[in-house]
């Protein structure tokens, strides 16, 4: 079965508003076993949106719509659809009720033209809007389907979680499942050239790598019958993957990179503080994120200046008039600092240049050096990161957790 996406409204079209109801609803019907090939935006014109709702037709089984529905004159969805169906509209009474009663427990007048949010052509599925005035509704004619919902996401998203999904489920006798695999530290070109054959050999599952904050992801999906038997068609595909690139795979579906860092220092017993200089304590905030962090977790510093690296941390004045702020020397007496002041068994420090200025053509901006002291044993990685400065710090952070994670596996 396939499905199509259209929503409605010139605000979409013009980019004051961002469309996030296309992509939860496409991830919804994956989920249901039903293909989404086409999603388009149309804005309110009642010639355009009856050619998209025609067009849609001949080649989906179901149209969804979102937005449309107020009571105002340019929201023409549900007219348009019934048009497109040559179907009249009355209204219904039940509907006008709870358009009523809305407005009366808000202590709001209600005036005329709300009613129009109650018309319906007759034997359509109406759908309850418990978030706000404008019902959706279900329209069916010679195999083919409208399903019209609201535009505002708090009352789209719950109508179709509690009336559109059950009743979709019934039409659909398979499902898909997905299993995402989150990598870091390998390049999309790079991953792709170790699993091409077994992207090439996949029609069902499917694997799909894309890129998602900062790191890469492998989205393996499958349809069957039921989920037992899609987890089962999945498992033995990131078994494979694993055996080609299981390093850079720190975790599977929506565990975090500081979970999984988190969860290790706490099951080796492994007391953990930071220096921080061009992150300004990211680090310390990532990690702090993981509820539990605090068994481990003694303390962070934000050393941003060399005063700060000298009297905070112990790094030798020589070293940094010799090798500068920015440095693999430095970064290594940085974590040997900081486990020392505080007595921890690990230590993560990061040192670089964000930019957008400071950058010279030995050490241009993007430069990272990044230390993890391990219980006497000091390791400085050096990185080139692009990006603004935001972005910059972001990377550093991202890159210190994988390093860390890197070497708790060795232990």
Excluded: W
């Excluded at 007759?122 to 195999?143: Q, S």
């Excluded at 499902?175 to 090439?200: C, H, M, Q």
């Amino acid at each position: 079965m396939k499905a199509e996406i259209i929503s409605v409204g010139t605000e979409i079209i013009l980019g004051d508003i961002v469309n996030t109801n296309a992509t939860y609803l496409a991830k919804e019907l994956a989920l249901l076993g039903i293909d989404v090939y086409y999603q388009s935006s149309v804005g309110d014109n009642e010639d355009r949106l009856i050619n998209a709702f025609e067009e849609g037709l001949k080649r989906s089984d179901i149209i969804i719509t979102t937005g449309g529905l107020g009571p105002t004159n340019d929201d023409i969805t549900k007219e348009v659809a019934c048009k497109v169906f040559n179907q009249k509209m009355e209204i219904d009474k039940n509907s006008l009720e709870k358009i009523e009663e809305f407005f009366y427990k808000l202590g709001i007048e209600m005036t005329e033209n709300n009613k129009k949010q109650a018309y319906f052509p007759k034997g359509a599925i109406i759908l309850k809007n418990k978030n706000g005035t404008a019902p959706g509704a279900i329209l069916k004619k010679d195999k083919k389907y409208i399903i019209i919902l609201p535009g505002p996401p708090k009352e789209m998203k719950l109508m179709f979680e509690d009336e559109v999904k059950p009743y979709l489920k019934d039409m659909s006798n398979e499902i898909l499942v997905s299993r995402t695999l989150k990598l870091f530290g390998i390049g999309e070109a790079v991953l792709e050239s170790k699993i091409i054959d077994i992207i090439n050999e996949q029609n069902n599952p499917t694997i799909a790598p894309y890129i998602s904050n900062m790191e890469l992801r492998l989205r393996i999906t499958a349809k069957s019958d039921n989920e037992e038997n899609a987890n089962n068609m999945i498992e033995p595909i990131i078994e494979k993957i694993k055996d080609r690139v299981g390093k850079f795979i720190y975790a599977q579906d929506n565990i975090s990179m500081e979970t999984v860092v988190s969860k290790m220092l706490i099951e080796k017993k492994l007391t953990i503080s930071t220096a921080e200089s061009c992150t300004g304590g990211l680090v310390s905030a990532t990690l702090i994120n993981y509820p539990g962090i605090s068994s481990v977790f003694m303390e962070g510093c934000v050393t941003y200046s060399n005063e700060s690296k000298i009297n905070r941390l112990g790094v030798n004045p020589n070293t940094l008039e010799e090798y500068g702020a920015v440095s693999e020397e430095t970064a290594r007496e940085m974590a040997k600092g900081i486990a020392k002041n505080f007595n921890t068994n690990v230590a993560i420090s990061t040192t670089g240049i964000a930019g957008p200025e400071g950058g010279t053509s030995d050490k241009p901006v993007g430069l990272v050096y990044i230390g993890i002291y391990i219980n006497g044993k000091t390791t400085v990685n050096k990185y080139i990161l692009h990006g603004n400065r935001e972005e910059i710090r972001l990377r550093a952070t991202k890159n210190a957790l994988n390093d860390l994670r890197l070497r708790l596996l060795e232990l």
